[in-house]
């Protein structure tokens, strides 16, 4: 089990801008180990790509990234590597690879090892696969053989095959049925308590931030306007917040509409 209370990654004045436009503009950001920390915000406002930025996939203009206290935003190629081997990813669309059977991508990373054993990655694979509550038969299969929801529990039993400190989780629900979705996050809850694992995830399910997080971060315009426990964020007062909890067409959050003229 981690430890709680210590700052995992933190965050500190984020900048990025693409052909002079800014889309991150000052993002501050705290995770503590072994909490799950939502991004939630409008299409547009950045969430993926603070998520990229600490990654190291997209490079900040400016602004700092400390994991375990550490900088994190120019390390080598080689330190990268490393880096990477500490989290876990699910994509927004699973990102399996077609061609590989379940339990290869499961054990995607592990088999990149040298001297990995295919008999015991398979194992350790199939482990994963009742972690998320699928059957072992369904190992062999290809991903295209699968339902959504299921190819969403892949991609979340390959997030966490390593058992990984931090896991990002970038729409874990997107697309589903709400009775998948509510399987998936009972899912997430338990084995990232059990794992102890870092999180942070992004989502525009409310349901899905209400039963995974302890804390909530609403983005808007690439800056955090609110952030709180996630019991808060049904009450408060933010417009921001209010305005996203609420699912309301009016307020601070304008969304661009386009109309089709006849
Ligand atoms: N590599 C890039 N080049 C140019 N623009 C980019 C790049 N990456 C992201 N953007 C832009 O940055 C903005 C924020 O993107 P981001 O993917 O972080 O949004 P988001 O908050 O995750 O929204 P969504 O929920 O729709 O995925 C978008 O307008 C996007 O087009």
Not at 48 to 70: A, H, Q, R
Not at 80 to 89: A, L, Q, V
Not at 125 to 148: F, N, R
């Amino acid at each position: 089990m981690t430890q709680t209370g210590q700052s995992k990654i933190v965050v500190k004045d984020l900048y990025k801008s693409f052909n002079g436009v800014n889309i991150l503009n000052g993002i501050n950001l705290e995770v503590k180990s072994g909490e799950i920390l939502t991004l939630i915000g409008p299409s547009g406002a950045g969430k993926t790509l603070t998520l990229k930025c600490i990654l190291g996939l997209v490079k900040p203009d400016s602004g700092s990234i400390l994991l375990d206290g550490e900088e994190v935003t120019n390390l080598s190629s080689q330190e990268r590597d490393e880096f990477f081997k500490k989290f876990g990813i699910l994509f927004q669309r699973s990102g399996l690879f077609d061609g590989l059977p379940v339990w290869e991508n499961i054990g995607f990373r592990l088999l990149q090892q040298s001297g990995a054993k295919r008999n015991e990655v398979k194992k350790l694979a199939t482990k994963k696969l009742s972690a998320v509550g699928l059957s072992p038969d369904i190992a062999d299969l290809y991903p295209a053989e699968l339902s959504g929801g299921m190819q969403k529990r892949v991609g979340f039993a390959r997030a966490i095959a390593g058992d990984p400190p931090i896991l990002f989780l970038d729409e874990p629900t997107a697309g589903l049925d709400p009775i998948m979705s509510n399987v998936i996050n009972d899912e997430i809850f338990n084995n990232v308590r059990e794992l102890g694992s870092t999180v942070v995830a992004i989502t525009s399910n409310l349901l899905t931030a209400r039963i995974i997080s302890d804390h909530i971060a609403m983005i808007h315009e690439g800056k955090v306007v609110w952030t709180g426990v996630v019991q808060e964020a049904a009450s408060t007062d933010n417009p921001y917040v209010k305005q996203f909890w609420n699912k309301r067409k009016d307020g601070p959050i304008q969304m661009p509409v386009t109309t089709i003229s006849a």
